[in-house]
């Protein structure tokens, strides 16, 4: 009788739910004060990766007056953080660091002096890249492969730009280098994101005016080379004056990651819905183009902005991250992947609740854990905190 | 010559094809903009536009075009424009340098345009969302420089003005 009693509880409780399990937080950054403002905004949101279970997150804040750029490392085994040391030696904004190889190794990007630059972390030194003003810089790596993408001014506009890297040790040489499209650019393009994808392609993605209105934009190109196809458009709605006004809704901050056996993923800020401020979408990339456009966030999160939306994705597991105020103060919000959508959303334990918690960044390690850095804001100062996640 | 006359042709289809400023008005950039304002006394009036956005047409078009609003809040504001989508730098009064997207969030700006009056020194006075006519626009102006905003909110300045 006892047995069919348990027997009938274990049915009624039914399977147990997945769901991400945190560890307590870290802080990361040691300068914290109520004139201290940190930044973890770059291009593809990319101020943190994880190589070989080392934790690298780079930030920008202004300590010593100006504009400078940090790195932080946690090793696998560490308990915390080691003090940060600086990225660069003058200022630096919208640092981005990738994962170089499995022995801790990372390359990061930055803008400083009106250029892009790049090193190996943690020895390198700093390769500037652009040729004119430039700036957004971001990272992608694969394997043996390394690619950087930026804006950069060609007349009267900025385009985007990508490097093939060849990095040796600590030496980083540019292989190719060319924008993605050839012709000058006939309105602002920024913001770019990069992907290499399991068969070695890489795709792109920016932000892109040529329509008089933000268009997030992509583009692929075959492994070995950067010889990028014909770019469109990865949003499925149109361009167009309604009325006779304006020239289209609004969308920005595109992000990317590599997803399934050779394609990618999109999130990005959407405002189609141009009552509630900017939603989160997404878009599945196969053979360089972008399919129908999902909405990521779930029904709690209407009428209310989302900011800060960024992309992670790592054999089977993909989730994208961003902040809402939609429990009256801004909180770091998650969606898994369910293999059929975007499941319910669920708040990082450590990132929601009183406060201002924002400005999220994730990445997820060859183990399928979830890092996650954002910014807790209070009139002490604004701190950089980082969690990790398993998912069981 | 032709070439001249289809770059011009493309300047003025370009400058009617998307939201910007309202023309003939001097707006500036955020940094210039509150460095006037101190230093002139006058209030901020910042226009936080997006690029492309139709209700920002539509009140350039239908509201901005007046003469008379636009010598009023010419001579009496400092206006600044800031695009709700740009990666263009801004440093607030507290000193922290955002970008000017980054200010939307800090607005928490969920449409465009967004109007917001702040004081010389760059403190918010008040917010407000969406296509507005010259009457609206006037009881603004009377609720900021009339210093009504030290005692009132603008509700009740509005629902107390007849």
């Known amino acids: ?392 | 010559m032709k070439t001249i006359l289809l770059a011009a042709f493309m300047a003025c289809a370009a400058a009617t094809a998307w939201a910007d400023p309202p023309q003939g008005y001097p707006f500036v950039d955020y940094n210039a903009g509150l460095k006037a304002a101190k230093e002139s006394g006058k209030p901020i009036f910042l226009y936080f536009g997006r690029y492309g956005c139709a209700w920002c047409d539509h009140t350039n078009k239908k509201t901005f075009s007046d003469a008379g609003l636009k010598a009023l809040y010419s001579d009496n504001y400092v206006l600044v424009y800031v695009d709700a989508e740009s990666g263009k730098r801004v440093t607030l009064p507290t000193g922290e340098r955002i970008t000017e997207a980054e200010l939307g969030v800090r607005l928490n700006a969920f449409a465009t345009p967004l109007f917001v009056y702040l004081t010389p020194q760059g403190e918010k006075i008040v917010q407000i969302p969406g296509f507005k006519t010259v009457q609206d626009f006037r009881d603004y102006d009377r609720y900021v420089r009339g210093g009504f905003y030290k005692k009132q909110t603008l509700l009740e300045f509005l629902g107390g003005k007849s």
């Open chain 1, 1 to 392: 009788m006892r047995r069919a009693g348990l027997l009938l509880l274990a049915l009624l409780a039914g399977p147990a739910q997945a769901a991400w399990q945190w560890d307590a937080p870290l802080e990361v950054s040691t300068a914290v004060g109520p004139a201290i403002f940190p930044h973890v905004e770059s291009a593809n949101r990319q101020g943190l990766a994880v190589a070989g279970g080392t934790v690298g997150v780079v930030w920008e804040d202004n300590r010593s007056g100006a504009p400078r750029c940090y790195v932080a490392y946690r090793p696998a085994t560490a308990p915390a953080f080691a003090a940060e040391a600086d990225l660069s030696a003058g200022e630096c904004y919208e640092p981005a660091i990738a994962p170089l190889d499995g022995a801790g190794r990372f390359l990061a990007a930055w803008e400083g002096d009106g250029a892009v630059w790049v090193r190996a972390l943690p020895g390198g030194n700093p390769v500037r890249l652009s040729v004119s003003t430039a700036a957004q810089a971001t990272l992608a790596t694969h394997g043996n492969q390394a690619y950087v993408a930026w804006a950069e001014q060609a007349g009267r506009f900025k385009r985007i730009v990508v490097a093939a890297l060849a990095v040796d040790g600590d030496a980083v040489a540019v292989r190719v280098m060319r924008p993605i499209e050839a012709a000058a650019p006939t309105d602002e393009q920024a913001w770019p994101a990069l992907a290499v994808t399991a068969g070695g392609d890489v795709v792109a993605v920016w932000e892109d005016r040529r329509h008089k209105h933000t268009v997030p934009y992509g583009s692929r190109a075959s492994a070995g080379g950067l010889d990028f196809a014909p770019v469109a458009r990865i949003s499925d709605q149109r361009s167009g004056r309604v009325d006779g006004l304006g020239a289209g809704l609004g969308a920005m901050r595109p992000t990317l990651a590599p997803w399934g056996a050779d394609g990618s993923v999109a999130v990005w800020l959407d405002k189609r819905d141009f009552l509630s401020g900017y939603d989160v979408y997404a878009a599945f990339e196969a053979d360089g183009r972008f399919g129908k456009n999902q909405r990521v966030q779930d029904s709690f999160g209407d009428n209310m902005s989302q900011w800060h939306a960024k992309v992670v994705a790592r054999g089977d597991r993909l989730v994208a991250v961003w902040d809402d105020a939609r429990d009256g103060t801004p909180d770091v919000w998650l969606s898994t992947w369910t293999g059929e959508g975007f499941g319910d959303n669920a708040a990082v334990p450590a990132a929601a609740g009183p406060g201002e918690q924002g400005d999220p960044l994730a990445a997820l390690d060859g183990a399928g854990a979830l890092h996650v850095v954002w910014l807790d804001r209070a009139a002490s100062g604004t701190r950089v905190r980082y969690a990790r996640a398993v998912w069981k």
